[in-house]
């Protein structure tokens, strides 16, 4: 399975296993391990050896609320998550501070080529503040997903409490993940068995 940094940012937001939700980004300790978790996913040009501090974190976070709201805008007619279904952005303000965000490091692209392999493009910055240039590539990776065609098999985890979002793989898949897909047939069995005995 291909893993998006747009769905890895907004999977920051998760199920605790207890029934409630997580955010793995309520501390600027929890962006850091979050960020050199995802250092293959990052562009080169994003240090991995990022610190966070609570003005980064935020500012993640704010992102991260606008790629949620745009996903669950992408999910149409289908349900948004229900981790935060309540408090989205209006779509233009989400629309806005992606695109803020992504404007903040001036890029160029550059055509590299070596003899070992075919000339590939790649982006060129002299943005020195680190965390300007993670901010814009999370707001990149957002863009690019959602303007792609991953955007079209978007879907929101229906399973009880997943607050999730993924890519459908398959046509027949409803879930992010088989234990997601056993929580829900359980409830649907359960709600049968329920039903039965109170007629």
């Known amino acids: 399975m291909e893993r998006h940094l747009a769905l890895e940012l907004a999977g920051t937001v998760r199920h605790d296993g207890q029934g409630g939700v997580t955010d793995d980004l309520i501390t ?3 962006l850091t391990h979050w960020i050199r978790g995802q250092s293959p996913l990052l562009d080169a040009a994003v240090p991995g050896g990022i610190t966070a ?3 980064l974190r935020a500012e993640v976070v704010a992102l991260r609320q606008a790629v949620r709201t745009l996903f669950a805008r992408a999910v149409r007619p289908g349900p948004p998550s229900p981790a935060d279904a309540h408090r989205l952005l209006p779509d233009e303000q989400a629309l806005a501070r992606l695109n803020a965000a992504a404007a903040r490091e001036p890029v160029a692209p550059r055509l590299e080529w ?3 392999a075919a000339p590939v493009t790649a982006v060129r ?3 020195q503040d680190p965390g300007v240039r993670l901010l814009a590539a999370l707001a990149r990776a957002a863009i690019d997903f959602l303007a792609g065609p991953e955007r079209e098999k978007l879907r929101a985890c229906t399973a009880p409490r997943c607050v999730r979002y993924f890519v459908k793989e398959h046509g027949r898949q409803e879930w992010c993940k088989p234990s997601c897909g056993n929580r829900a047939r359980a ?3 359960y709600r049968r068995v329920r039903d039965a005995a109170a007629r």
């Open 125 to 127: 910055s002299d943005e």
């Open 187 to 189: 409830a649907r069995h």
């Open 28 to 30: 600027p300790a929890g």
């Open 53 to 55: 501090d609570e003005r």
């Open 114 to 116: 070596s003899e070992a």
